[in-house]
């Protein structure tokens, strides 16, 4: 399918066969075991539903995919690869549960660990050296939506001799491609814009070079983070829609990125000028960031993002996000609803702050 536009392909990819009394979905398969003799053979190893979805997602990035139980598992998977005492050279504005992981990986002796500002261009080729054994770039970063030069990063990464993996999950295939940049491996919570209904715990990892994607496979058949079946189905059917719903919701971000950077109670606005995330600073501090999560009645007060519905949270309510992400920044998951109706709920609630 590779001449086919990014829309189509999420339309079309991983479907039956055209033939007389095929469903058009792949339908969901319960199932433990299979018939002996065959390629699948055990469902810790493969299930025709996972495949619908692996075989949508690869179209899309341009690699194969490898679904799994949670977006964590896929970058547990990929961790994985660094060998005894190896270095993995991070954004150190990457997703919270990455870092932890990597502190927790570090704690134990597992590997070391070089977190760099991003927003410094040339740090993650002054990081690299010999030791490095991977490089883990997060483009829009979260939430501080700092952007990294990925065509540099991974030639500076390739350079050493280190691997490349770009966890993808903001930006979707749609809006960028690593594999198509060089990188050696795209991760994703599929939790967020791949499923988009917050109704999906999911990963996925995606490569084209088959010598990881076996690495990778041999994994998950051993650890056993596989996804259930029914959030295998609902991930596929998410994304047959999700270049429609992240042209709304990046139309609703542009719009209300804008309102808001003339609002007297924001302080300042970050937006890449793609995708359906903005941060903001209020002027007020963490209580008043605090408050206006707890002053709308469309946005919906909560963590995770990427839904239908816009959300959002002030990020460092959590202990373990970094004291480098503003105080009083909160994040929003700008949803597929009426910008005009998201404003409104804004405003009130921002005027209400005093
Ligand atoms: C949520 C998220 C993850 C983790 O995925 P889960 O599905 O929650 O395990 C990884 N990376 C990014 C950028 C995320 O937003």
């Known amino acids: ?33 299979f018939v002996g003799g065959g390629d699948r053979e055990y469902a810790r190893w493969g299930n025709p539903t996972w495949q619908a979805f692996e075989d949508g997602l690869g179209a899309l990035e341009g ?36 870092i932890l992981q990597l502190a927790d990986l570090e704690a134990r002796g597992r590997l070391r660990t070089r977190l760099v500002d991003v927003t410094d261009p ?22 501080a939506l700092e952007l990294i030069d990925l065509p540099a990063a991974i030639a500076a990464a390739h350079a050493v001799g ?26 994703h919570s599929v939790t967020k814009y791949l499923a988009g209904h917050s109704d999906v715990l999911m990963g996925a990892i995606v490569t084209a070079d088959d010598a990881l994607f076996s690495v990778f496979k041999g994994r998950r ?16 059917r998410g994304l047959r829609t999700l270049h429609v719903r992240l042209e709304r919701a990046q139309a ?10 003339e609002h ?8 890449p000028g793609f995708g359906g995330i903005v941060s903001i600073v209020l002027a007020g501090g963490p209580l008043a960031a605090d408050l206006l999560t707890r002053s709308t009645s469309l946005w919906v007060f909560t963590t995770s993002l990427g839904g239908v519905e816009s959300t959002f949270e002030r990020r460092r309510r959590w202990k373990s996000e970094p004291a480098t992400i503003p105080d009083a920044l909160v994040r929003l998951s700008v949803g597929i609803e009426d910008v005009e109706d998201l404003w409104a709920d804004l405003e009130q609630a921002l005027g209400a702050l005093g």
């Open 63 to 98: 690699g194969r995919a490898l679904a799994f139980s949670s977006g964590l598992a896929a970058v547990a998977t990929v961790l994985d690869l660094v060998g005894a005492d190896g270095v993995v050279v991070a954004a150190q504005h990457s997703y919270n549960g990455t």
């Open 264 to 271: 007297p109670a924001i302080a300042e606005v970050r937006y």
């Open 162 to 187: 280190a691997h490349v993996v770009v966890d993808n999950t903001f930006a979707t295939p749609l809006l960028q491609r690593p594999l198509e940049l060089g990188a050696d491996v795209v991760v």
């Open 221 to 236: 058949d051993l650890l056993g983070a596989v996804p259930g079946v029914l959030e295998a189905y609902l991930a596929a």
């Open 122 to 143: 040339d740090a993650i080729a002054a990081a690299c050296d010999d030791d490095t054994a991977l490089v883990w770039l997060e483009s829009p970063t979260n939430p």
């Open 252 to 261: 609703n971000a542009t719009e209300l990125a804008r309102r808001l950077a």
């Open 1 to 33: 399918m590779a001449e086919l536009r990014p829309a189509t392909r999420a339309v079309h990819a991983g479907r039956p066969p055209h033939e007389a009394d095929q469903p058009l979905n792949v339908p969901i398969t319960p199932a433990s075991t």
